[in-house]
């Protein structure tokens, strides 16, 4: 009963509130009191025709007020402080709300506030320091005594990614006291500080995708990077090795664009990317333009590639639904979180970045890591070009990424368009300190980036998907999810959250054994007005991570030794039928407890060396036709290394009579006797030295080579096993010539272009037509047609395998066969 009459105390106690701020509304305006969050238009010539409709729809936020946040600073420096019982304890967003957030009767104050000014309220974020509404553009004029104007965009703004039109209010809204009381600002009824992207476009045209594949020297990066390419660089790589993908991790990526499902999946099948997942989060309805389409590209396709079985959520909004989108990611508590959009903080209020920074301060108290790119205009404002770093990358609760351009020699420089230099919003928070972080230029206030990566188009830029297909692309945009990405395998290691990452790297940094484990340490470059410095600096931060030992730092449990890879199996076919195939492994890591597998069984395993292995499968595994999936295992590793294709073929068969054959396959170290299931069969070769055949040749040995022909008789139709060593695809194969006839033979396992043949004499190397023009050789070759019983001439099409040809060189000379790569 007594808990009763509290309860009814407190629910009587609210409705006087609310009946007061009701009656508050009804009041006359001129009592009103104006809050910040929606100034008139800076600049603009007016254009009533992008004026809101009187029935538009607007999507508003008011920021409400809270003492609780008193101690709110002080509790998330004691979650990152490892001597506080607070370390590491995350909050849930609703936790946090009933910590810090406003009181039910300041919220119930409020939203009866917009009911009564016919708003509907679209929610109350957990938080409890934001109320999301919409208003008719009709109803939000009148409730808060402004005129909206539409207004045409400077050209500058314009040529820097934003809209070309925006909507403001013509002075500030203004509530009855009692509202205003509760509200720290509203926010929506201007369109004019919408976010713009970080990102630079190559101008030239991406090379086909069938050559991405190329290898890359580790040593640098001398094309536009790819996701193994970028790996390798950056020390992805190991931990992709080790098993770390991203496997049940998720990250958002802040978009008030849209994407296209289309590119994204052009994308992943250019580099054979399946594990990844996207799902759409559509903010106040979702983007309304495709405008900044690359942006959204950029951020995927980079986390596609080093987070490849991750899950990305898109949060997409209208332009002006910046902070309703961070109101959206941080409800949703996801552990990883990529920005690549920003202003110059001389574009915004005080209040644009403090209503947001509130909502980056609760994400850090969730442990939420938060990688904003730093900017691509130095250490510029894009507009008016005096000094200025972009917000929210100078927010004390987010990572700020900036950039680097990387040569073909591997050297890491400064990008000349690094965002970085000093905020004027934000003080410099207690971890930002270490060797470099205060300097000449030093004020007090956050310093950027904190850490930086490859963003420079031109050296060597990323590949990415839009537009239909691949293209060249960079900025700061581009780092920020790559670090975004690593933090990502970071958490998968940890089984957990990092938290916000700053704190750690500036740890790091301060000591000078980590720091040089963990970054490359970039000494040349500038942004325009900073130089590169030893240790921290304005246009690299620490410089670029090494980010196998970034995760080393923050992961308790070691790596341990590296898990096997498999490149290639010599053969990788046998015939059906067979007695049984050993063939070799090619890979690394190897150990004396690698074991070769045949579809997920083990086969007798002989370990040559650290980058070979020798099985053998028995004729019970050689009966069917097929292919076969062939892993390596190891205790080390955390899943089996591979799969390669092994296949199981239809051997070939010969018919029955006299034939010129070959084979493609070296068969030393096999007598020709036992190849053939079929007794009393002799071969012949001819010897152009002594211009006459051979019976049952010895030198070489009585077997087939590659390049070589050879005549046979057989009794009866033979089938050839192929158990020999195919000729290696990478390779080149020059078949010598001498002055006279010769046998040859196609040395692949693949029809021969005659077009693609060259001819080396005398030291050069033609193609073939030139080399016939000028009469080195004859341009038509022999091969015998067993049914018709003579030869027949070919000048053209292709050579094929197990056949055997004549060809007439004039003088001693090399006929080459290209690598088929």
Same mark, same amino acid.
């Not at 946040?69 to 001597?83: G, H, N, T």
């Not at 640098?220 to 080790?242: I, R, V």
């Not at 999810?481 to 704190?503: E, F, H, W, Y």
């Not at 005549?711 to 020059?734: C, D, E, I, K, Q």
């Given at each position: 009963?007594?808990?009763?009459?509290?309860?009814?105390?407190?629910?009587?106690?609210?409705?006087?509130?609310?009946?007061?701020?009701?009656?508050?509304?009804?009041?006359?305006?001129?009592?009103?009191?104006?809050?910040?969050?929606?100034?008139?238009?800076?600049?603009?010539?007016?254009?009533?025709?992008?004026?809101?409709?009187?029935?538009?729809?607007?999507?508003?936020?008011?920021?409400?007020?809270?003492?609780?946040?008193?101690?709110?600073?002080?509790?998330?420096?004691?979650?990152?402080?490892?001597?506080?019982?607070?370390?590491?304890?995350?909050?849930?967003?609703?936790?946090?709300?009933?910590?810090?957030?406003?009181?039910?009767?300041?919220?119930?104050?409020?939203?009866?506030?917009?009911?009564?000014?016919?708003?509907?309220?679209?929610?109350?974020?957990?938080?409890?320091?934001?109320?999301?509404?919409?208003?008719?553009?009709?109803?939000?004029?009148?409730?808060?005594?402004?005129?909206?104007?539409?207004?045409?965009?400077?050209?500058?703004?314009?040529?820097?990614?934003?809209?070309?039109?925006?909507?403001?209010?013509?002075?500030?809204?203004?509530?009855?006291?009692?509202?205003?009381?509760?509200?720290?600002?509203?926010?929506?009824?201007?369109?004019?500080?919408?976010?713009?992207?970080?990102?630079?476009?190559?101008?030239?045209?991406?090379?086909?995708?069938?050559?991405?594949?190329?290898?890359?020297?580790?040593?640098?990066?001398?094309?536009?990077?790819?996701?193994?390419?970028?790996?390798?660089?950056?020390?992805?790589?190991?931990?992709?090795?080790?098993?770390?993908?991203?496997?049940?991790?998720?990250?958002?990526?802040?978009?008030?664009?849209?994407?296209?499902?289309?590119?994204?999946?052009?994308?992943?099948?250019?580099?054979?990317?399946?594990?990844?997942?996207?799902?759409?989060?559509?903010?106040?309805?979702?983007?309304?333009?495709?405008?900044?389409?690359?942006?959204?590209?950029?951020?995927?396709?980079?986390?596609?590639?080093?987070?490849?079985?991750?899950?990305?959520?898109?949060?997409?909004?209208?332009?002006?639904?910046?902070?309703?989108?961070?109101?959206?990611?941080?409800?949703?508590?996801?552990?990883?979180?990529?920005?690549?959009?920003?202003?110059?903080?001389?574009?915004?209020?005080?209040?644009?970045?403090?209503?947001?920074?509130?909502?980056?301060?609760?994400?850090?108290?969730?442990?939420?890591?938060?990688?904003?790119?730093?900017?691509?205009?130095?250490?510029?404002?894009?507009?008016?070009?005096?000094?200025?770093?972009?917000?929210?990358?100078?927010?004390?609760?987010?990572?700020?990424?900036?950039?680097?351009?990387?040569?073909?020699?591997?050297?890491?420089?400064?990008?000349?368009?690094?965002?970085?230099?000093?905020?004027?919003?934000?003080?410099?928070?207690?971890?930002?300190?270490?060797?470099?972080?205060?300097?000449?230029?030093?004020?007090?206030?956050?310093?950027?980036?904190?850490?930086?990566?490859?963003?420079?188009?031109?050296?060597?830029?990323?590949?990415?998907?839009?537009?239909?297909?691949?293209?060249?692309?960079?900025?700061?945009?581009?780092?920020?999810?790559?670090?975004?990405?690593?933090?990502?395998?970071?958490?998968?290691?940890?089984?957990?959250?990092?938290?916000?990452?700053?704190?750690?790297?500036?740890?790091?940094?301060?000591?000078?054994?980590?720091?040089?484990?963990?970054?490359?340490?970039?000494?040349?470059?500038?942004?325009?007005?900073?130089?590169?410095?030893?240790?921290?600096?304005?246009?690299?931060?620490?410089?670029?991570?090494?980010?196998?030992?970034?995760?080393?730092?923050?992961?308790?449990?070691?790596?341990?030794?590296?898990?096997?890879?498999?490149?290639?199996?010599?053969?990788?076919?046998?015939?059906?039928?067979?007695?049984?195939? @050993?063939? &070799?492994?090619?890979?690394? *890591?190897? %150990? !004396?407890? =690698?074991?070769?597998?045949?579809? #997920?069984? +083990?086969?007798?395993?002989?370990?040559?060396?650290?980058?070979?292995?020798?099985?053998?499968?028995?004729?019970?595994?050689?009966?069917?036709?097929?292919?076969?999936?062939?892993?390596?295992?190891?205790?080390?590793?955390?899943?089996?290394?591979?799969?390669?294709?092994?296949?199981?073929?239809?051997?070939?068969?010969?018919?029955?009579?006299?034939?010129?054959?070959?084979?493609?396959?070296?068969?030393?170290?096999?007598?020709?006797?036992?190849?053939?299931?079929?007794?009393?069969?002799?071969?012949?070769?001819?010897?152009? @030295?002594? &211009?006459?055949?051979?019976? *049952?040749? %010895? !030198?070489? =040995?009585?077997?087939?080579?590659? #390049?070589? +022909?050879?005549?046979?008789?057989?009794?009866?139709?033979?089938?050839?096993?192929?158990?020999?060593?195919?000729?290696?695809?990478?390779?080149?194969?020059?078949?010598?010539?001498?002055?006279?006839?010769?046998?040859?033979?196609?040395?692949?396992?693949?029809?021969?272009?005659?077009?693609?043949?060259?001819?080396?004499?005398?030291?050069?190397?033609?193609?073939?037509?030139?080399?016939?023009?000028?009469?080195?050789?004859?341009?038509?070759?022999?091969?015998?047609?067993?049914?018709?019983?003579?030869?027949?001439?070919?000048?053209?099409?292709?050579?094929?395998?197990?056949?055997?040809?004549?060809?007439?060189?004039?003088?001693?000379?090399?006929?080459?066969?290209?690598?088929?790569?």
């Amino acid at each position: 009963m007594p808990h009763f009459f509290q309860s009814l105390q407190r629910f009587s106690s609210l409705m006087v509130a609310v009946a007061a701020i009701t009656s508050a509304a009804q009041a006359s305006s001129h009592a009103n009191i104006a809050v910040s969050g929606s100034p008139a238009a800076r600049h603009g010539a007016l254009m009533d025709a992008a004026a809101p409709a009187s029935g538009e729809t607007l999507h508003l936020v008011f920021a409400l007020s809270s003492s609780r946040r008193a101690d709110l600073d002080a509790f998330v420096q004691s979650q990152y402080d490892p001597s506080s019982p607070n370390y590491r304890h995350w909050l849930t967003p609703d936790e946090f709300g009933v910590r810090f957030g406003a009181s039910d009767a300041d919220i119930a104050a409020v939203t009866q506030y917009a009911r009564s000014q016919g708003f509907a309220v679209t929610q109350v974020w957990p938080n409890r320091l934001f109320v999301s509404v919409d208003a008719r553009g009709a109803d939000a004029e009148r409730a808060f005594g402004v005129k909206l104007h539409g207004y045409a965009r400077p050209q500058s703004e314009i040529a820097a990614g934003l809209p070309s039109t925006f909507h403001a209010p013509d002075r500030a809204p203004a509530l009855p006291p009692e509202i205003a009381a509760r509200v720290a600002g509203l926010f929506g009824l201007s369109s004019e500080n919408a976010a713009r992207p970080a990102l630079a476009k190559r101008g030239l045209a991406a090379e086909p995708a069938q050559s991405l594949a190329a290898a890359v020297p580790l040593a640098g990066l001398s094309s536009p990077a790819t996701p193994s390419t970028l790996a390798a660089y950056y020390g992805f790589d190991k931990l992709h090795l080790h098993g770390f993908n991203g496997d049940n991790q998720s990250i958002a990526i802040f978009s008030p664009t849209h994407y296209s499902t289309s590119d994204f999946t052009g994308f992943k099948a250019a580099y054979g990317i399946t594990g990844v997942t996207v799902t759409e989060v559509l903010v106040n309805g979702g983007a309304t333009s495709f405008s900044g389409e690359d942006e959204a590209a950029l951020d995927m396709d980079v986390i596609a590639g080093q987070a490849p079985n991750s899950h990305i959520y898109l949060y997409e909004s209208p332009p002006d639904g910046n902070l309703q989108i961070w109101n959206k990611i941080a409800a949703d508590n996801l552990p990883v979180v990529s920005c690549s959009w920003g202003n110059s903080e001389q574009e915004l209020t005080a209040d644009d970045a403090a209503s947001v920074n509130t909502i980056l301060q609760q994400m850090a108290s969730q442990g939420q890591s938060v990688f904003v790119a730093s900017g691509d205009n130095g250490a510029f404002d894009i507009t008016s070009r005096t000094p200025s770093v972009d917000f929210p990358a100078s927010s004390p609760y987010v990572t700020a990424v900036g950039g680097t351009s990387v040569s073909s020699t591997g050297a890491e420089t400064g990008w000349t368009k690094s965002g970085g230099g000093l905020s004027t919003f934000f003080t410099r928070p207690l971890w930002q300190a270490g060797p470099g972080v205060i300097n000449t230029s030093s004020t007090g206030f956050r310093q950027l980036p904190d850490v930086s990566a490859m963003s420079d188009p031109y050296s060597p830029g990323y590949y990415i998907y839009t537009g239909g297909s691949l293209q060249i692309y960079g900025g700061t945009s581009a780092a920020a999810p790559l670090m975004a990405a690593a933090n990502t395998l970071i958490d998968q290691g940890l089984n957990g959250r990092t938290g916000q990452l700053t704190p750690i790297l500036y740890q790091i940094g301060t000591d000078s054994a980590k720091s040089s484990l963990v970054y490359n340490d970039i000494l040349q470059g500038n942004n325009g007005f900073y130089n590169c410095a030893t240790n921290w600096d304005f246009v690299t931060g620490w410089g670029s991570p090494r980010i196998t030992a970034l995760y080393s730092q923050i992961v308790p449990t070691a790596l341990g030794p590296d898990p096997p890879t498999i490149s290639l199996l010599t053969p990788s076919s046998a015939p059906a039928g067979s007695p049984s195939a @050993t063939f &070799t492994v090619t890979g690394t *890591n190897f %150990t !004396a407890s =690698s074991k070769v597998l045949w579809n #997920g069984a +083990a086969l007798p395993t002989q370990v040559v060396s650290t980058t070979a292995l020798t099985a053998t499968a028995p004729a019970s595994l050689l009966l069917t036709v097929g292919t076969v999936a062939v892993t390596v295992t190891d205790p080390d590793g955390p899943t089996p290394a591979g799969p390669l294709t092994f296949t199981v073929t239809t051997p070939h068969t010969f018919a029955a009579g006299l034939q010129m054959i070959s084979a493609p396959y070296d068969y030393t170290g096999v007598s020709f006797a036992t190849l053939f299931v079929n007794p009393g069969v002799k071969i012949a070769t001819w010897d152009p @030295t002594l &211009t006459q055949y051979v019976l *049952n040749p %010895t !030198a070489p =040995s009585d077997t087939f080579h590659l #390049g070589r +022909a050879y005549w046979v008789r057989f009794a009866s139709a033979s089938s050839l096993p192929r158990l020999g060593t195919p000729a290696a695809a990478n390779t080149s194969y020059a078949l010598t010539l001498n002055a006279g006839w010769n046998m040859i033979a196609v040395p692949f396992n693949t029809d021969s272009p005659m077009a693609t043949l060259q001819v080396t004499s005398g030291g050069s190397t033609t193609s073939f037509a030139s080399a016939v023009t000028a009469g080195a050789i004859s341009g038509t070759l022999y091969r015998y047609d067993s049914t018709l019983k003579y030869y027949v001439g070919q000048t053209s099409g292709a050579l094929t395998p197990y056949e055997g040809y004549w060809i007439y060189a004039n003088h001693s000379c090399s006929l080459v066969f290209p690598s088929l790569n």
